[in-house]
Each structure stands twice: as C-alpha cells, then as structure tokens.
C-alpha cells in the first residue's frame, strides 16, 4: 500500500486489504526491511507463508464446526469480523493512527467491506455441506477471475495466454462441481459465491488504495459488517451451549487477523512471484484438517481438478512476472500492446 512511496501491487490468492501495507513504513510508524530481489527466496518468508495457511485453515475449519454445529453462518460471521475490529483497534493503535479512521469515499468503503463480509457468510454457508478441501478448491481460482475483471474494471487487460489459463481454470472448476452429473448442489453454489465476492472485494482494494489509507482499508473491511449486521444479530444470534464454541467464535477474529499479518510479513521480505506457488499448500492443510476432525477426505475429481486450477494460476502470475520484467527493460512501451503479446 502507498503512504507516502511507490506503491507494491500483489497477486497473492490470501492477500487482503492487508497485503496493501508493503511500503517501507509499517502500521505502527517504524521502518522495515525491504523486499529481496525477485530472486530471492528467503525461508523465513516460506515459513511465514506456510504457517499462514495453517491459521487460516484453522480458520475455516473452526467456521466448519461452528455452522455444522447449528450456528447460523451470518452470526459466525458477525462475530469473526467484532472480534477482528477489537484486534485492529489495539494493533493499529488506534488512539494514536487517526489514518484508519479518515477516508475518502466511504460508500465505496461500505460496498467493499459487503463483498468482504458475504464472501466469508457465503464460504461458512458453502462449508456445512462441502468438505474443506472442495472450498478451497473453488477458492484457488479466484485470481483467474481478478485478472479478467481486471481488464473492465481497472484498465488492466490480460493477454491471450492469460485468457487460456482463466479458460483452463474454470475447467478445473467444472471437474470438481460436475454440473449435469448429480454432484453440483447448493454448497457449491455459495462456494463460488464466496470466491466471486472475494474477487471484487479484491478488485476494489486495489482500485481503492489509490486514495485511501492501509489503515483505513483495514478497519472499513471489518467494521461494515459489524455496523450492518448488528440490528440482525437478535434474529441469528444465540448463546453457544458448548464452552468450545465460545473458544472457536472468539478464535475465529484472532486466526484471521494472524493469519493475513503472517502474510503481510511474508511479502515484506519477497515479491508475489517469489511466493507464488506456496499459497497453494494450505490444500495440505485443508485434507488433514478435514480427515482429523471430520472424517472427509477429498476425491480424485476434487484432486485433479484442484491441480488444474493451481497450474493455471501459478501461470498467470509467471505471464505477469513476465509482463513486468518486459515492461522494465522496454522503455516507453505500451502496457496493453505488451500484455497482448503475453
């Protein structure tokens, strides 16, 4: 995200506003270390990836349990994003960062925060009747749609090549859902709605960091629902019976805050593309955590039809790393001639 430097644009499937805090400030005002050369791989950004996935695992399969339980999926939601708003107000220290709270469009701020909150109400929805490994699956090919919306509604224009691996991706789609084969139902209904919502949610922090603040892209995405749903809480809203649901809808906020600070950290110390294929290795986790606390274990179709989405994404962000270098070593070339050609 651009305070007062250049700004660092990245494509990672994980990344929310919080991947946009990349400048060499961070939130609290001090420095950071620069991100390596596109290159270099640092472990310790590997690490921080890897363990991302796992708490954001933990994430959705806490959300699994909670709505297979009997807990409404807005309520869940509701709660994942007061606990999150506490999180950010202490950690962005709020009593002293008046940035989070200055905006510059805040219907703009409001409709961003809605796609942000229905992704996570429809994934939890999506999650009563799918496994883990399914959702995450469909979730993977959320990139392929932000780099063909891209193009209406940012000037970004993908190339040929690009367009096949978005038209290859959505084959994977299609082989885990198998419409007109008696497998499509309901949950991957709002699987995908969830990935669609997340996808323009995307789009908008990226057309939005121009002119808003980190901070504020922040705080917005969380306290909207908050605001919005609360008149409803009374009507989905109920008094967990079991001590571990109260544990798990307080941890819901806290994994997912953890786990987009781990992946801030990441891309501190490495670029997008440097990263890009261990993203994908939250699937691992998806399989185990979906077999150990509820017996579910993916299919060959699901299997093969992930694989098929994650090639396809690894290789749109290789024609973008492609992009930019030519971009870089072309001196005044057009972007959208250049993108064609890739």
Same mark, same amino acid.
């Given at each position: ?12 499937? @994980? ?55 009997? %807990? ?12 999150? #708003? ?19 469009? %805040? ?16 994934? @939890? ?58 497998? @499509? ?47 409803? #809480?009374?009507? $989905? ?35 997008? $593309?440097?990263?890009?294929? $261990? ?13 150990? %606390? ?8 699901? %299997? ?39």
């Amino acid at each position: 995200m651009r305070h007062n430097g250049a700004r660092v644009r990245t494509l990672s499937l @994980f990344s929310s506003d919080w991947s946009f805090m990349t400048d060499s400030t961070s939130a609290d005002g001090g420095s950071r270390r620069q991100p390596q050369p596109e290159t270099a791989t640092p472990a310790s950004a590997i690490g921080l990836i890897f363990l991302s996935g796992i708490v954001l695992s933990c994430l959705d399969a806490s959300g699994k349990y909670l709505v297979t339980s009997g %807990l409404a999926a807005p309520f869940v939601a509701w709660v994942r994003f007061a606990v999150h #708003v506490v999180l950010v107000l202490i950690l962005l220290q709020a009593w002293r960062n008046p940035r989070m709270f200055h905006v510059k469009s %805040l219907p703009w701020q409001i409709i961003r925060g809605c796609f942000l909150f229905g992704s996570t109400v429809l994934n @939890f929805l999506a999650l009563k009747t799918l496994q883990l490994a399914e959702t995450v699956s469909i979730f993977f090919f959320a990139p392929m749609v932000i780099t063909a919306l891209a193009g209406p509604l940012l000037g970004e224009w993908a190339g040929w090549r690009r367009w096949m691996a978005i038209v290859v991706g959505f084959i994977g789609v299609l082989v885990i859902t198998r419409p007109g084969l008696g497998v @499509f139902g309901l949950g991957h209904l709002y699987a995908i709605g969830a990935m669609s919502c997340y996808s323009l949610y995307v789009i908008l922090t990226r057309r939005m960091s121009a002119t808003e603040s980190a901070e504020s892209l922040i705080f917005y995405s969380a306290l909207t629902p908050v605001v919005l749903m609360f008149p409803a #809480v009374p009507l $989905y809203g109920v008094v967990p019976p079991e001590p571990l649901q109260w544990v798990l809808l307080l941890a819901l906020g806290v994994f997912g805050a953890t786990g987009h600070w781990l992946i801030i950290k990441a891309y501190r110390q490495a670029t997008t $593309y440097a990263l890009a294929p $261990y993203p994908y290795l939250q699937m691992v986790w998806m399989i185990a955590f979906g077999y150990f %606390l509820f017996g579910q274990l993916p299919d060959l179709w699901t %299997l093969g039809g992930a694989a098929i989405i994650v090639a396809s994404g690894l290789y749109i962000v290789h024609r973008e790393h492609r992009l930019r270098l030519a971009g870089r070593s072309v001196p005044n070339a057009e972007t959208e001639p250049l993108a064609k050609k890739l």
